[in-house]
């Protein structure tokens, strides 16, 4: 490999790996935070989850478009699609935790709104609700994971190391749009069940 490719690559390491720790602990950090329940007087901000789950549907978008570009030879193109899914995926990340430090959290399957599934409620809602667990569960482990996997691709292709590049992407992609898809679902699993 090129000593300037490896060079360019090596200078962001420290930072992929500062930005992959961060994020996620800042996240789970901010999420248990409730500015309401803390007595602030702020208003819960739940218009937001439809716009953050439409922003999810974008990114799946513009990833596929974004490799369509590539598969026809479109350098250009595809790095402006990347870079527009990474400001969305920044942009679902901001609203998300936005959203959670002035809602209360919502209960898949709280037909009654009272925080509590009792045993009517788990009844009503039946097996689905393990399909929705597994689904939630999954996008947010992949969410933690996807982190360096975005941000290594990324580098790679900016260094011109368009071989590494091209390796990674074959699991960067799945993961990314697996996540991207995912949070579109799990909105429309649990919105019925939000207290707005």
Do not use: C
């Amino acid at each position: 490999m090129d000593n300037t490719i490896n060079n360019a690559e090596t200078k962001y390491n420290k930072w992929i790996t500062a930005v992959s720790i961060i994020i996620p602990i800042a996240v789970a950090a901010l999420f248990g935070v409730n500015l309401r329940k803390l007595g602030f007087n702020v208003q819960p901000l739940s218009f937001l989850p439809p716009i953050y789950a439409t922003i999810n549907g974008l990114t799946a978008i513009v990833l596929f478009m974004a490799v369509s570009a590539i598969k026809k030879g479109n350098r250009v193109l595809h790095e402006r699609l990347v870079k527009v899914a990474i400001a969305f995926s920044i942009s679902f990340l901001v609203m998300y935790v936005a959203y959670h430090m002035t809602a209360d959290s919502t209960a898949f399957g709280d037909t009654n709104h009272n925080g509590v599934i009792d045993e009517a409620e788990k009844i009503a809602v039946g097996p689905i609700r393990f399909l929705y667990y597994f689904i939630l569960l999954t996008h947010i482990a992949l969410s933690v994971i996807i982190i360096p996997f975005v941000l290594i691709t990324y580098v790679r292709g900016l260094a011109g190391n368009f071989e590494r590049h091209k390796k990674i992407s074959r699991i960067t992609y799945p993961m990314w749009m697996y996540v991207a898809v995912t949070g579109v679902i799990v909105y429309l699993m649990i919105s019925p069940y939000y207290n707005h």
